[in-house]
């Protein structure tokens, strides 16, 4: 039987560009090193349903204690969809989480959003059904101390812990001194060329949308003065 490998927090229904480019970079790899193993996928549509469900919105830990009891919570839920995401964690043999621009603080309350509290929660429920799990190319801006009180149960255990910029290397390390620092998978894995969008281009700073990467190519032809796109 082949191996199975849960992808969490697939985001390539997104329409930023940098998410598709990651995806891309990501799926290119699983391709590389996993041929032969079986693979599902997790949704960003999914871990950001809980800032729309007020069902899922309950079933989020309230602090770093509550992370066992939540995961009670999740498994006695009679929602089918969170029972397919128990089957699809319980019949994992590795699972793989996509960290990108996923774990963060709201940037006007400073405080953690569900979609955030929601990846922890699945990372709990993978330790409680003891499964290997890799949280890697993760954006984790965890500046408060309730934030960083909240990942640690969640991230300790993982058996890697990957991000991809200083900013979130030097909060996590306070938590879990064994995370590593690596650039972005756009950068270190190989990527197919966008399909939607015309040759040549630049990007700046990873620059993610239709409109910013418009804009480097405007500011191509000016420098080139080459007008064509």
């Known amino acids: 039987m082949s191996q199975q490998l ?10 930023n560009q940098g998410c598709q480019a990651t995806m891309a970079a990501l799926n290119a790899g699983i391709a590389q090193f996993f041929p032969e193993w079986n693979v599902s996928r997790i949704s960003l549509d999914t871990i950001a349903r809980p800032t729309a469900d007020p069902n899922w919105k309950a079933l989020l830990p309230e602090g ?14 009679a929602d089918p969809d969170l029972a397919r995401i128990y089957d699809a964690f319980r019949m994992a043999d590795l699972i793989i989480v996509n960290g990108e ?8 309350t400073r405080r953690l959003g ?6 922890f929660l699945l990372l709990a429920l993978s330790h409680h ?12 801006h965890l500046t408060r101390a309730d934030s960083l009180a909240l990942a640690k149960p969640p991230l300790e255990r993982c058996a890697t812990v990957t991000v991809r910029e ?3 290397y030097y909060h996590v390390r306070k938590i879990h001194p064994e995370v590593r620092l690596f650039p972005d998978l756009v950068v270190t894995l190989p990527v197919p060329e966008p399909p939607s969008i015309d040759a040549p281009y630049i990007m700046l700073g990873g620059s993610y949308s239709v409109k910013g990467i418009m804009r480097s190519t ?4 000016k420098v ?3 007008s064509d796109s």
């Open 114 to 119: 569900e979609q955030s509290i929601f990846l």
């Open 218 to 221: 405007h500011m191509k032809k």
């Open 166 to 168: 200083p900013f979130s």
């Open 64 to 77: 770093p204690n509550d992370c066992a009891g939540a995961v009670k919570k999740l498994l006695q839920s």
């Open 6 to 15: 849960l992808l969490v927090n697939d985001t390539s229904s997104s329409p």
């Open 129 to 140: 059904l003891d499964k290997p799990i890799h949280l890697i190319n993760g954006t984790l």
């Open 224 to 226: 080139t003065g080459n």
């Open 101 to 108: 621009g996923s774990i963060a603080e709201n940037r006007r």
